[in-house]
């Protein structure tokens, strides 16, 4: 199954269900008058109303690059998320509303009689089969989109059970519980539209990806026995992707061709990685001394904090240069530090 046909059939998925249980709980509050059940109400009829926006942010981000669009529509993705966080910000602030209000009223009703509870043990049920398959879904696609809409399944799990505390406890005698497990439920919303704002900030400023994966992209290009060492690094997120430069240095005596099919290499190599989109490589030759401080790259190739950083065979001041070196794995760095990234003993490059 294309990405495309598996991330809009999640969309109409989520669709239907976050549906059939708005109507199932408005339903039940029209009987019993339940705030906690209300609240929960409000809570699936805002998650219909992002459903529409996810079906439709979905079927625009899975488009195939055209013209205008070369690099494709994935970086529609975070912007649906942050719809998403729009529409959970305001059911919670609505829920909390209400609930306060009425504890600051004493106007409290009580759900009698088992509707409010099948509905709302129902809702939990629905809501972790949800939150299990968006976020399988999510992880195999890489989609923000449905990570946002796994989250916000996951905390409506809390958010029914909240409710349904506060129904039973108002059953029991203690009506106060009703707005409180209301209150609750507000929390569990708004906290839930942190968590997809602060996943998608990322993918919106051209964040770097996690240490893991940048070491990843380091230890490629550094495993090809021609690569002697890299600088200028960096990789960072377009949309929901990453993209990658580097500066790699080889022997001067490459030829042309040789150069080319070096850099190939690693393009293809660095982008077998399922998160990178594009890879730009620049070969230098080591003879022409570019070497230059990167204690990013350092600390990626050699993370050991009891290791020396500042007087280590990583980073040392090129008598010709007057720059600090950043080397490839040679013999000598091999053994002094156990590092990738190595120098020679007058600092250039082996």
């Known amino acids: 199954m294309t990405r495309r046909t598996a991330l809009r059939r999640v969309g109409i998925i989520i669709l239907a269900a976050n549906g059939a249980l708005a109507l199932a709980k408005a339903g039940v509050?029209?009987?019993?008058?339940?705030?906690?059940?209300?609240?929960?109400?409000?809570?699936?009829?805002?998650?219909?109303?992002?459903?529409?926006?996810?079906?439709?942010g979905l079927y625009l981000t899975t488009k195939p690059p055209d013209f205008e669009h070369p690099?494709?529509?994935?970086?529609?993705e975070p912007f649906v998320s942050l719809f998403v966080?729009?529409?959970?910000?305001?059911?919670?602030a609505i829920v909390l509303w209400r609930a306060t209000s009425s504890l600051w009223t004493g106007d409290i009703a009580v759900a009698r009689g088992p509707p409010a509870v099948i509905v709302l043990g129902l809702s939990a049920g629905v809501k972790y089969s949800l939150y299990r398959y968006c976020l399988q879904a999510a992880v195999e696609r890489r989609s923000p989109a449905l990570r946002a809409t796994a989250l916000d399944n996951r905390n409506d799990i809390f958010a029914s059970g909240a409710a349904l505390l506060g129904v039973v406890g108002a059953a029991a005698g203690y009506p106060i519980l009703d707005p409180l497990a209301a209150v609750v439920v507000a929390l569990f919303v708004l906290y839930?539209?942190?968590?997809?704002?602060?996943?998608?900030v990322d993918y919106l400023v051209g964040a770097a990806p996690p240490d893991d994966l940048r070491t990843e992209i380091l230890e490629?290009?550094?495993?090809?026995?021609?690569?002697?060492g890299a600088h200028d690094v960096v990789a960072h997120y377009v949309g929901p992707e990453i993209d990658v430069s580097l500066h790699i240095e080889v022997e001067g005596n490459q030829t042309l061709l040789e150069a080319h099919d070096i850099e190939t290499e690693i393009i293809e190599s660095i982008g077998a990685i399922p998160e990178i989109d594009d890879v730009f490589v620049h070969v230098d030759p080591k003879e022409a001394g570019e070497w230059k401080p990167d204690d990013d790259i350092d600390r990626l190739a050699?993370?050991?904090?009891?290791?020396p950083s500042d007087d280590s065979d990583l980073s040392r001041e090129d008598p010709e240069h007057g720059d600090?070196?950043?080397?490839g794995p040679t013999e000598s760095a091999a053994t002094d530090s156990g590092s990738p990234l190595g120098e020679s003993e007058n600092g250039n490059p082996e």
């Open 29 to 56: 509050f029209v009987e019993s008058g339940s705030l906690a059940v209300g609240s929960e109400a409000v809570n699936s009829f805002t998650d219909t109303a992002y459903s529409l926006i996810i079906v439709g």
């Open 85 to 92: 966080a729009l529409g959970i910000f305001a059911a919670g």
């Open 71 to 76: 690099h494709g529509h994935e970086r529609i």
């Open 302 to 307: 050699d993370p050991d904090p009891h290791l």
């Open 220 to 228: 490629r290009a550094l495993g090809h026995p021609e690569v002697q």
């Open 324 to 327: 600090t070196a950043t080397a």
């Open 192 to 200: 839930t539209g942190v968590e997809v704002v602060r996943d998608n």
